[in-house]
C-alpha cells in the first residue's frame, strides 16, 4: 500500500488541523492505520491509531481529547483532527499502517509538516 499525507501548515496556538492520509495500492480495509509524528531532533513517536481493522482507537496521552482519528474506507482514507493545538505540537506527522495488531507499522507516508506558533 502507499500513502500521501497532507493537511500540514502553520496555525496559532489554540487552532485546529485535519491532516488526511489517502492510500492507493492494497485492500485499504485490510490495514491498521496510524498516525505518528516526529518533532525537530526528536525520535518519531506514535500519536494516535486504531487497535484492529475495524475500530477501536488508542491515542498518546499528550494529544487526548484533542486529537480524533477516524478513517472513511470508502474513500481510502484516514484523518487526524486536530484541535487545540500547542506549539509542542510542532512535527512532521506520518502516517502510517500495518497488516495486523501485533505487526510493526511497515507502510510509511512522506509525512506533512506541522507548525504551531505560539
Known amino acids: 500500500v502507499q500513502l500521501q499525507a497532507s493537511g500540514g501548515g502553520l496555525v496559532q496556538a489554540g487552532g485546529s488541523l485535519r491532516l488526511s492520509c489517502t492510500t492507493s495500492?492494497?485492500?485499504?480495509?485490510?490495514?491498521?492505520m496510524g498516525w505518528f509524528r516526529q518533532a525537530p531532533g526528536k525520535e518519531r513517536k506514535f500519536v494516535a491509531g486504531?487497535?484492529?481493522?475495524?475500530?477501536?482507537?488508542t491515542y498518546e496521552d499528550s494529544v487526548k481529547g484533542r486529537f480524533t482519528i477516524s478513517r472513511d474506507d470508502r474513500k481510502r482514507a484516514v484523518y487526524l483532527q486536530m484541535n487545540n493545538l500547542k506549539p509542542e505540537d510542532t512535527a512532521v506527522y506520518y502516517c502510517?499502517?500495518?497488516?495486523?495488531?501485533?505487526?510493526?507499522?511497515?507502510?510509511w507516508g512522506q509525512g506533512t509538516l506541522v507548525t504551531v506558533s505560539s
Open positions: 495500492g492494497s485492500t485499504f480495509s485490510s490495514y491498521i
Open positions: 502510517a499502517a500495518k497488516k495486523g495488531y501485533l505487526s510493526d507499522y511497515s507502510y
Open positions: 486504531f487497535s484492529w481493522t475495524g475500530g477501536g482507537t
